[in-house]
């Protein structure tokens, strides 16, 4: 049995339409797939086709409209400390500094003072900032406050991460060190991710598998398998090519996507 299980998974939201009458929309329609667990998988699409709504559902901070969304035989019906969201904003504290901010996730868990500092400490030299400890966000890049927020979220133990462009407002030599840096730190801790981007390169480059989306409603249009050996080389042919299918991929949806940006 897949470790996560997404089964005809449909959302619909309403909203005010014309005229003040409320209108129903489908943001998600029958979406299914399965992850294995340890896997990297990344959700890619246009703005607007849902990427982050399902994300949410995945997490347990929405409930689908039907199907069903199962983490390790359990139904997801709200958040878990077992699974972790990251966002693009980092949510940091300002009044607390780097170390205070990686303990927060803790302070509800069984752990004595010490202990929390040294689960903090841990992974704080294993984000790679190790003696910022007494920094505040204020002090940081924004490269730095996003590894202060991947810390605090590892310091939990979680066993799955999902991340919700957590890279995207980054320059992209920073933005690189992190993708680098994330997948070191997957391999080593065996978390399983699920990452969503618009970004066909990122995808590409951390992908075990790069699930594509197609909007109106929001559905999967195809799923690549990404067979390039690791550590993965932006300019060899093979990430060449996947990068090109995928670019057809996407623009080959019968959609009005001018007003979009990948």
């Not at 966002?87 to 202990?115: C, T």
């Not at 294993?126 to 979220?153: D, H, K, N, T, Y």
């Not at 398998?225 to 993965?232: A, C, E, G």
Request: with cysteine; glycine share 8%; net charge negative.
């Amino acid at each position: 049995m897949a470790y996560i299980e997404v089964k005809n998974l449909h959302k619909d939201f309403e909203r005010r339409g014309a005229g003040g009458k409320n209108e129903t929309i489908n943001v998600l329609d029958n979406i299914s797939f399965e992850i294995n667990r340890g896997e990297f998988v990344c959700l890619l699409g246009f703005s607007g086709c849902g990427k982050s709504t399902l994300l949410n559902i995945l997490a347990g901070f929405e409930r689908p409209t039907s199907g069903m969304v199962s983490i390790d035989g359990v139904e997801v019906r709200k958040p878990s400390p077992h699974y972790l969201t990251i966002f693009q904003h980092y949510g940091l504290l300002p009044w607390r500094n780097v170390i205070k901010n990686v303990e927060f996730g803790m302070e509800n868990a069984d752990l004595s003072a010490e202990e929390r500092k040294v689960i903090a400490e841990e992974n704080i030299e294993l984000v790679g900032l190790a003696g910022l400890e007494q920094q505040f966000p204020s002090q940081l890049s924004g490269g730095q406050q996003q590894r202060v927020a991947i810390a605090r979220a590892l310091a939990s133990n979680p066993d799955v991460l999902f991340m919700d462009e957590p890279f995207g407002a980054l320059d992209p030599i920073t933005r690189n060190k992190l993708q680098d840096d994330m997948l070191r730190i997957v391999k080593q801790e065996q978390k399983t991710v699920i990452f969503v981007t618009h970004d066909i390169e990122e995808a590409v480059y951390l992908s075990d598998r790069v699930i594509v989306m197609a909007s109106n409603p929001g559905r999967i249009e195809k799923i690549y398998d990404v067979k390039i050996q690791r550590p993965r080389d932006r300019n060899s042919s093979g990430f060449g090519l996947y990068r090109k299918d995928i670019y057809n991929k996407l623009f080959s949806i019968k959609e009005n996507y001018a007003d979009y940006m990948i």
